[in-house]
């Protein structure tokens, strides 16, 4: 993949990862008081914001993965499989800028071989 296009897919992708992240950043001004809720609103509050944290995880997790991606065209190595030194494919970097591996070696690793 040209390197130019490696760069914008990444500046992309970090963009819309670091929005999302500011976005679940808890705000103090959702309710008024706590006095007078619901023991229902108690546990809604409670799943949103364990839910947000795994959504937080998640998205903290990809951002890492964009910066090695990017550590990674800077030594002229983004586009080689971090564990075969194998070519990746366009395609799957263009849906996967950060993708460390081929498809093949990505399923391997995902379960656990």
Known sequence: MDP???TELL???RSR???ALAELE???DDELSDLD???ADDATELFEEERDAGLAERLREELAAVERAEERLMLGTYGL???SGE???DDRLEAIPWAERTVEEQSRYDHGG
């Open 4 to 6: 130019k296009r490696a």
């Open 11 to 13: 500046q992309v992708e």
């Open 17 to 19: 990862i670091e929005h």
């Open 26 to 28: 808890p705000s103090d």
């Open 37 to 39: 809720q619901h023991m």
């Open 81 to 83: 499989s971090v564990e």
């Open 87 to 89: 070519p990746i494919p």
